[in-house]
């Protein structure tokens, strides 16, 4: 009973839901910027539709440049943009820019696998009905690889998670800025566990409703 009175409940349903705003916000946009740039990765991809090598490679070079560093140091680094941007580096606010640019690299490359595993056939069946760039990717293209993109999504906000835990460190808010405050700088090891089971039935819950989707679209 004293372990459970010592937890601060109400600071614990707080970080909770801000942990769930952070995860919420950086995922809608993660997938308006990360979707069409997987597809644009892919288009102009070496043999695809609208090959542009050299486009391709400049891009991927930056995407590559992106995914390749720590998170934790991306969110030093963008710490004066951040601030440009929303007006602050702590808190909820301050956690999404580098979120979103910490995963938009990353979903895009799974797109961008997703639809590399799709039938050429159906791409050139498409094509000899007259289709359009635009009627191929969304009629064919993205239906196809919604099982895979629905996959990446879910390894997406996966990661978000981990992320919005280590956005903590700085002041982030949400259950690791809670970790840090009472597990690290108080050395409350109960809240530091409550926070990791938290964090652990989150990830659980997102991966089995993410396969069930996946599952359910690979039916249809």
């Known amino acids: 009973m004293d372990f459970i009175a010592a937890i601060p409940w109400r600071e614990v349903g707080e970080a909770s839901l801000d942990t769930l705003l952070m995860l919420g916000v950086s995922m809608a946009f993660t997938l308006f910027l990360g979707l069409p740039l997987g597809v644009l990765l892919f288009l102009t991809g070496k043999r695809c539709l609208i090959e542009r090598v050299a486009f391709y490679n400049a891009l991927s070079f930056v995407v590559n440049v992106l995914r390749s560093v720590p998170f934790i140091i991306l969110l030093i680094v963008m710490m004066p943009l951040t601030e440009i941007l929303v007006g602050t580096s702590l ?37 000899a ?25 879910t390894v997406t906000a996966i990661a978000l ?20 405050r009472y597990g690290y700088h108080r050395n409350q090891s109960d809240v530091m566990a409550i926070t990791v089971v938290l964090l652990l039935i989150l990830v659980q819950a997102l ?5 069930k989707l996946v599952l359910h679209f690979t039916r249809r």
Do not use: K, N
């Open 91 to 127: 808190g909820v606010p301050g956690s999404i820019p580098p979120l979103v640019l910490g995963a938009v690299p990353f979903f895009a490359r799974l797109v961008e696998a997703a639809l590399r595993e799709i039938d050429r056939g159906i791409i050139e069946a498409t094509q």
């Open 161 to 180: 998670v981990s992320y919005t835990a280590m956005s903590g460190i700085i002041g982030g808010g949400g259950l690791g800025d809670l970790a840090v």
């Open 129 to 153: 009905m007259g289709a359009t760039t635009w009627q191929i990717v969304t009629r064919a293209l993205i239906p196809e690889a919604l099982p895979g993109i629905v996959a990446a999504v």
């Open 207 to 211: 991966q089995t409703f993410g396969d």
